[in-house]
């Protein structure tokens, strides 16, 4: 890192998704993406001095701040892990099957994507890094020089929903023979190069990035694999509460809760007694929530923002 103190994160719905959580002063809650702890901090303020808050973050930076801001808090317990490690945490803490609130504020941090050495914006040059957990796993210059013109244009495309998958694909394939890709300009550069028509306000690279970060971070799979989770951890009146910033996040998200909500219909025929269905594990609260004009103003990074909300059934 450079040495220069990391840009802040203005944490978004942030009074939404706490109301949501239904706070209890006694209660223990874990926010699965702790970032620079804006939803904790403000969990924490509702917290009474038996109640419990357990953090998780990929992001050594944000384990730094967090030991920082709450580690001499006896409430407050930070694991450096994915959110798909969930189950393995509670467990071994003991509360499986107890937790009041799980909270998700998906995606990346205002640090990450301002912090041009993360290599997360094409708006700055910058490694091609993109790891929320730079310790770990394949950068996107280590998948972008090994993956072949298929997977690359078929990650663009259903990742990025990008028009121009096959030609990007094509571009960097035929540029990596000659010089290898390692910067953040470089790849802006050679997208803007390669798309034929620009969309109005939106930076040719913007649907590529957003495709490769989530490649290189396995964000869908691993979302997916913690939601799987998420019903047999919480207590009955438990909530969920999911922010999530692009459409495929939210679209799983919304499917999850919305099965988790309806269960499985039973076959015709059964000697049951009411709705014939089974495994049901949670009740939807409320509709999908945006930011406020409000916050918009303040934050533009909420534009994309949407909270969904459960609850378990008891
Ligand atoms: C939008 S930020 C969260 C901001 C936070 N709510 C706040 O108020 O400061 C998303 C954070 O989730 C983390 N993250 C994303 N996917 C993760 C995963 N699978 N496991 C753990 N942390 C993850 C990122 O490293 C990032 O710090």
């Not at 103003?297 to 059934?313: C, G, I, K, T, Y």
Request: some cysteine.
């Amino acid at each position: 890192m450079s040495g220069q103190p990391t840009p802040a994160h203005r944490a978004v719905l942030l009074e939404e998704a706490v109301e949501a959580l239904a706070v209890r002063p006694d209660g223990i809650y874990l926010d699965g993406t702790f970032g620079r702890g804006g939803h904790s901090g403000r969990i924490l303020e509702r917290l009474g001095p038996e109640g419990r808050l357990i953090a998780l973050d990929r992001d050594p930076e944000a384990e730094a701040e967090a030991a920082r801001r709450y580690g001499h808090d006896e409430r407050f317990h930070f694991e450096r892990c994915s959110f798909e490690m969930l189950q393995q945490v509670a467990d071994r803490l003991g509360i499986s099957g107890r937790l009041d609130g799980v909270l998700l504020d998906l995606g990346v941090s205002s640090p990450q994507l301002d912090t041009p050495e993360r290599g997360f914006s094409f708006m700055s040059d910058g490694p091609l890094d993109m790891r929320m957990d730079p310790e770990s796993g394949e950068s996107a210059a280590a998948w972008l020089a090994r993956a072949d013109e298929d997977e690359i244009a078929w990650v663009l495309k259903e990742y990025g929903e990008e028009r121009f998958a096959r030609r990007i694909a094509r571009r960097i394939v035929e540029t990596r023979q000659e010089t290898p890709l390692e910067r953040t300009r470089q790849l802006a550069e050679l997208i803007n190069e390669a798309v034929p028509f620009k969309e109005r306000h939106k930076h040719p690279a913007t649907r590529s990035f957003q495709a490769i970060r989530i490649r290189v971070n396995d964000e869908l799979e691993t979302l997916r694999r913690c939601l799987a989770q998420i019903p047999a951890l919480l207590a009955p009146g438990g909530r969920l509460a999911v922010i999530s910033f692009h459409s495929l996040e939210d679209r799983m998200v919304k499917r999850f809760l919305r099965e988790q909500a309806e269960g499985e219909r039973l076959p015709r025929g059964l000697p049951v007694q009411g709705d014939a269905r089974r495994g049901q594990t949670l009740r939807l609260v409320g509709r999908a929530i945006r930011a406020s004009r409000a916050e918009l103003d303040e934050n533009p990074r909420a534009r994309s923002a949407v909270l969904r909300v459960a609850e378990r059934l008891a």
